[in-house]
């Protein structure tokens, strides 16, 4: 099930409901057992004293509502006019508590249906193997947007009615609540959930929430977003079972841009490449392309010593020379030239692997000159 513009309130409607309209059917049962306490009570008063069944029964209900007809009998005793104010103050008093119960249930279910809370709540119980984003920030959007075009069931939890607002507008499934709350986390369905993604902008809270959900439902999978460096840990210990550092990975990914500034072009050009490319990324693996610079520390390296000078972090999978030349999945001995593009497999950390092929060659002095040294 797909966010489809409804949701559910969890903070200051449902707050009030929990304490003003908490229970109205509660409320109700109450209120019919305190009027039909004080019926029998009454009615076996009278009949004690010596009225029958059905005089003392219509007594009573002549008092509690209130409709004053004339007495069936006389109240002509101590007992009788003690038992009849009684009859009056609590039965009075137990009805008027009725009558505010029923208008409480009423409300209650009218409330419910003008706000559509009911229908919300069923499409929530609805969900299952669904993924929980908590928090509506820029990565909530974003991660939220990717969601609803893979068509991937989704239910954002967030406390910021402007925020609410927006995932509104954009056909989401939301439930305005605080995710530190169990409650909220339980009413987004956190038992029948598959994954849940807390990407708030505060370290303690995403730590909290984490906690929470792992004692929740130990097989789901928790994705959190970290800020500080120090705070992966935390969540790890926490029961994360992925971290991500939005601050490493744009910084990372910037390096990436300047070491493989080919990379886009090259896989704009193919749709093959681009199906190759979110393949090798489902196994951890990515396709990186660089040019070789002129004079570079991998000019005139073999293919098999550049793939060992990276440990195995990289291979050489295409060399594309300027001249139009080149090399699928070229040998160990093949040469690696200046301005060639290459075409890597990278595992593991690719600037790491872009450095490699974009660095200089070194130098080391050698009496009154330098030699290169590869």
Known sequence: MVGNGRGVHRSAIEAAAGNVLGSPVTNLFRALSFVGFVFILATAGFVGAGWSLGDAAYMVTLTVFSVGYDEVRPIDTTWLRTLAMMTI???????????????????????????????????????????????????????AKELYAAKVG?????????????????????????????????????????????????????????????????????????????????????????????????????????????????VSESSQARELKRGLHEYGLEVEVVTVPKGGAMAGVSVGDAERTGNGGYFVVQIDR??????????????????????????????????AFTAPAQRVRIGRGYSRVR
């Open 89 to 143: 103050v609590l039965g009075c008093t137990g009805m008027i508590v009725l009558t505010g119960a029923l208008v409480q249930v009423f409300a209650h279910f009218q409330l419910r249906s003008l706000l559509g809370i009911d229908r919300m709540q069923s499409q929530i119980e609805g969900l299952s193997d669904h993924v929980i984003i908590c928090g509506f920030g820029r990565i909530g959007q974003q991660l």
């Open 154 to 266: 989704f239910i954002i939890v967030e406390r910021s009615a402007s925020k609410v607002a927006d995932a509104e507008a954009l056909g989401y499934l939301w439930l305005a609540a605080d995710a530190t709350d169990e409650t909220s986390l339980k009413t987004a369905g956190i038992e029948r959930a598959r994954v849940m993604a807390t990407v708030l902008p505060d370290d303690a809270a995403n730590v909290f929430i984490t906690l929470s959900a792992r004692s929740l439902n130990a097989k789901l999978e928790i994705i959190a977003r970290g800020e500080m460096p120090t705070t992966e840990g935390k969540l790890i210990h926490a029961g994360a079972n992925k971290v991500v550092m939005p601050t490493h990975i744009g910084a990372e990914r910037i390096a990436e841009m300047i070491l493989y500034p080919t990379t886009a072009h090259f």
């Open 322 to 355: 300027p001249g139009g030349q080149s090399f699928i999945h070229p040998g160990e001995d093949v040469k690696i030239e200046g301005e060639d593009t290459v075409v890597l497999v990278v595992r593991g950390s690719r600037v790491s692997a872009g450095t």
